[in-house]
């Protein structure tokens, strides 16, 4: 009832076009969702995805969920979940892909979820990891485990976009820590983040879980840039 009373106070919106939703519509209109740019890059192998990451890292599969331009609806989503706290999206964006996934055999014998991780200092500024409800969600269409406390970032990092691929994931790997390495060993892990651009962090992050015995990682994004 109380929920219901504060949607007749202050009704949701849209967050690309801001349009009051609709009882049955969630995070989206059914306009701006139709108009959502979808890979379906999960569907098939040597996606771009993938390409970004071959004859730089093992991975098995990776995908994204949606393209990312500038100036368009899907920068407003995640510019909405990472700095303005709307944890939502990711859950939203987490539950549509996770239940993709889940009907295709290679994901679904996916054990642990795992987020890139922040460093304590940017989580205490932003108050949460913008990754996590993306990666919940994700795991529990999979029926595995999410786990951030396994990867971690022990050392802050000054801002490294100017900078080229190989000397900015060399100096991100630098900062992370592996926890708990035999609950790893010979596990199919999925990593997930936000958004994958030229896959720096990412491939810093799959650098260093290689370190594991048998491991096996693929990667799941909410977006991917152009």
């Not at 009882?23 to 108009?35: A, G, Y």
């Not at 999979?142 to 100096?171: C, E, F, H």
């Amino acid at each position: 009832m109380f929920h219901d009373f504060l949607n007749l106070l202050y009704p949701p919106s849209c967050h690309i076009c801001e349009k009051e939703l609709l009882k049955n519509e969630q995070i989206l209109c059914t306009s701006c969702l139709h108009d959502l740019p979808v890979t379906r890059y999960h569907l098939y192998n040597d996606n771009p995805v993938q390409k970004i990451f071959q004859g730089r890292v093992k991975i098995d599969k990776a995908t994204a969920l949606l393209h990312f331009r500038k100036k368009s609806g899907v920068q407003q989503l995640i510019h909405d979940l990472k700095y303005r706290g709307h944890q939502e999206i990711g859950k939203f964006l987490g539950a549509w892909l996770g239940e993709e996934l889940s009907g295709i055999p290679a994901y679904r014998e996916i054990e642990l979820v795992l987020p890139v991780p922040l460093h304590k200092s940017r989580l205490k500024e932003r108050g949460y990891n913008q990754v996590e409800a993306f990666g919940i969600e994700i795991a529990g269409k999979l029926d595995a485990q999410y786990r951030p406390d396994l990867l971690l970032k022990v050392n802050a990092m000054q801002t490294q976009t100017s900078k080229g691929r190989i000397s900015r994931w060399g100096k991100i790997e630098q900062t992370l820590e592996i926890h708990r390495t035999e609950e790893l060993k010979g596990k199919k892990v999925l990593l997930v983040d936000d958004l994958v651009t030229t896959g720096a962090t990412l491939e810093a992050c799959a650098h260093k879980l290689l370190e594991i015995e048998n491991i096996n990682i693929s990667i799941a994004t909410m977006a991917i840039t152009h």
